[in-house]
């Protein structure tokens, strides 16, 4: 049968999928609407499926707070050109408000779920591969941190150049934003790995002094104050993985456990993500780059 221009473009803005993806729907399906809609749905879930090997270690990050609940999340692609479309920024948007909404333990679990909101009724995994389908590069949720406060705590958000690098901060004793948002861009610049020293584990603060202890003899330090030195050195150590020890990053010449102490709070906990660390990239020159995005 003949496919109207007007039926094409209602699939498009039901989907949005490309216009000749709409077309050859409608064509297969005989202009059925529903049908149509199921076939591109279904086409988007092979072409995750081809995409699936492909190696995904660009992406966003991204934070969605609903009340006294916040997440940071983390979903990756294979080129940064992605991550300025509109279409994978509603899928960021789509993923943290379903997780904030239903609250799932781990990544397998969420999207595993209905999406929240989704008229469709695909499960998160569906709505990935839909989007796929439509942008044409491997997207996956990588991971994500659910945090939840009281009425008289308060979150801390910050992404930095729009989301390369995520940060979510929870602080007791204040409901100041502004005073957990400043914690946030701290830990996003810096890079913490604990809050404080009592949080590092023995066994690491252990092993580091047996390395100062081992260095400080070998530099032929006197055995009688290598033991200072090691707690000088270990104090060096401490300020630079825990956030509380560590220069406030808007005012160096303070810690930031005397910043978050004078306006009568305490930082409970703080999440940073990296998009893309520790997944080995793929090499690729910025010509091939393009070339492949106009393949798409």
């Given amino acids: 049968m003949a496919i109207s221009a007007k039926l094409v473009k209602d699939l498009r803005e039901k989907t949005g999928a490309g216009m000749m993806d709409c077309k050859k729907a409608l064509q297969e399906t005989d202009g059925d609407m529903d049908s149509a809609m199921e076939f ?43 991550t300025k479309n509109d279409q994978f920024k509603q899928l ?6 379903h997780i904030v909404k239903q609250k799932p333990e781990t990544v397998d679990e969420a999207l595993q779920q209905k999406l929240h909101g989704n008229q469709d009724g695909d499960t998160v995994e ?6 796929v389908g439509k942008i044409g590069e491997k997207i996956s949720l990588r991971r994500f941190a659910l945090l939840n406060k009281t ?15 995520g940060a979510l901060t929870l602080l007791s004793g204040t409901q100041d934003d502004s005073i957990a948002k400043d914690i946030a861009m701290h830990a996003a610049a810096v890079s913490p790995r604990y809050v404080s020293k009592e ?9 580091e002094r047996e390395v100062l202890k081992t260095q400080a003899l070998e530099e032929g330090k006197p055995e009688n104050i290598v033991e200072k030195m090691v707690e000088g050195r270990l104090n060096k150590f401490f300020e630079e993985i825990c956030l509380l020890e560590q220069d406030f990053v808007k005012d160096p010449d303070q810690k ?25 990239k793929r090499e690729e020159s910025f010509a091939e780059e393009v070339k492949n995005q106009m393949k798409q």
Avoid: W
């Avoid at 705590?153 to 690098?165: K, Q, V």
């Avoid at 949080?199 to 092993?207: F, L, R």
């Fill in 92 to 97: 960021l948007s789509e993923i943290g408000t």
């Fill in 256 to 280: 930031v456990k005397k910043y978050v102490a004078d306006n009568g709070a305490s930082v409970s906990t703080f999440v940073r993500y990296d998009v893309g660390e520790g997944i080995e």
């Fill in 40 to 82: 591109l749905r279904e086409k988007g879930m092979a072409k995750a499926a081809k995409k699936a090997d492909r190696i995904a270690a660009e992406g966003m990050a991204h934070i969605e707070v609903d009340g006294n609940t916040a997440v940071l999340l983390e979903v990756n692609c294979e080129t940064d050109f992605v």
């Fill in 126 to 131: 569906q709505y990935i591969n839909v989007t």
């Fill in 199 to 207: 949080d590092v584990p023995e066994a690491e603060v252990s092993n």
């Fill in 151 to 165: 009425d008289n705590e308060a979150f801390g958000t910050y992404l930095h150049m729009g989301g390369s690098i």
